[in-house]
């Protein structure tokens, strides 16, 4: 592909990527997507991570494409998998039958969907996807992206990219500093934010783990993967909030920090309905404390008899949080990857060799690496890792702790904005930290998106759709989850569809009641949803 103009720019096919992809392409603008990875959709696919989402998912807090993208999950299963009569009669069926979401599902079914999606956009040429390509630098006209310049990480080769808008899905907000944009890592310090959790001192380098996930079956055989090199470091290693260590099936409680004993038992009998999704407390009856059970995406009751000799389990557990270091703005970022790929392969070879099992005997060789449903990687685990935390843009309107905080705003609800672009709810949900912060874990009131935390301060054609958004590390733990992801990619799109056809920009749009009003009203039309119904949070 020789060097080109376009009118959008989408660096990061991750689930806000797609969906301003595909939005741009819809408003009809021509548009470049990039991916680094052989998958698009992020968190869903490469990441492997089943969509934690809300209370309400099934009824309403989502934008209209959103739900058609679940839509189209479920509809993939009952066009091409053998599945019982009773499953394919499940109006919200659930391939996991798992209690973490109510689509606990296989990564590549996500992978299938997008490319459905995507398919008419790309065959006529308005959308072009550069697959394994990653940002290198930005040419700047002043406080304007002229040009990205991409690297082809099977060739080696450069493309540079002209467009007139850039919309920054990088799973750590990677074109922020090639653009030279304001932003902010790690965490915030109390008085700048005047947050109830905030630490007393700003730390950059203080940043939610990354994780990479696993799948795994349990058949006959033995299938103990040869013993990581990493394995005694990991085994041995100790945090003052996890005395028992990583290898083990103790692990603090989020909410109390009280170290609380799952079991771990591969492939249970009895009702495998019986779980059912609990956003409040993650302890909800006996079988839910099977670590088994909790990210199931592929339960072996929903198919037809044989066609599953196990279920499929997704290990996206604490036990993997990688916490020794962050994976950017450090010496040696590769190095820090591979480290937590050897966390998540050393827990696997201690599951299949040191676990306790409840008939008294010691690990699981039966259990099996499904490195073949995750895109096939050399190790066997997902192709990218889990990110929680990135690079995040200092924006017109940055969301503290106080505008969503269940404890800070009780029964008024979340703050409203005049410029809301969206909802969200999930708990302030903070995993273990790299500067040895343990859980933190807050209620929180379901929230609206407002327009100011996608607007950058200075730079004019760059919007951000990702964890890069205008929040603190703090309000990131809710902000971050996937149906947030796809609505700020959403309607970062629209918003560039807005301008164009306007002759406007983004700080004119929000600034102008007008022109605001005429925006939110075609988000309505889109059935991008903007306000919650008289609910409370959790």
Known sequence: MPNTRTTVLVVGGGIGGVAAALTAARNGLNVVLTEPTRWLGGVLTSQAVPPDEHLWIEQFGSTATYRHLRDGIRRYYRDHYPLTEDARAQRAFNPGAAKVSDLCHEPMVTVAVIDQLLAPHRATGRLRVLMEHVPMSADMDGDTIRAVALRDLRSGETVVVEPSWVVDTTELGDLLPLAGAEYVTGAESRSSTGEPHAPEL?????????????????????????????????????????????????????????????????????????????????????????LWTFRRIAARQNFVPGSYPSDITLVNWPQIDYWESPIFEVPDPEREVRRARALSRSFLYWLQTEAPRPDGGTGWPGLRLRGDLLGGSSDGLALAPYVREARRIVAEHTVVEQEISLDVRGERGAVRHRDSIGVGIYRIDLHPSTGGDPYIDIGCSPFEIPLGCILPVRIKNLLPAAKNIGTTHITNGAYRMPLVEWNVGEVGAHLIAFCEANSTSPKAVRDSDDLLEAFQKGLDREGIERHWPQIVGY
């Open 202 to 290: 700003a730390d950059p380098s203080n940043m939610q783990p990354v994780s990479v996930c696993f799948a795994v079956d349990h058949v006959d055989g033995d299938h103990t993967i040869d013993k990581p090199a990493e394995y005694e470091h990991f085994l041995s290693a100790r945090a003052p909030h996890w005395p028992a260590g990583q290898l083990s099936l103790t692990a603090p409680h989020p909410k109390t920090l009280a170290p609380i004993d799952h079991r771990f038992q591969p492939n249970p009998d009895g009702n495998f309905r019986a779980i059912r999704p609990d956003y409040a407390d993650h302890r909800v009856g006996e079988m839910d404390r099977n």
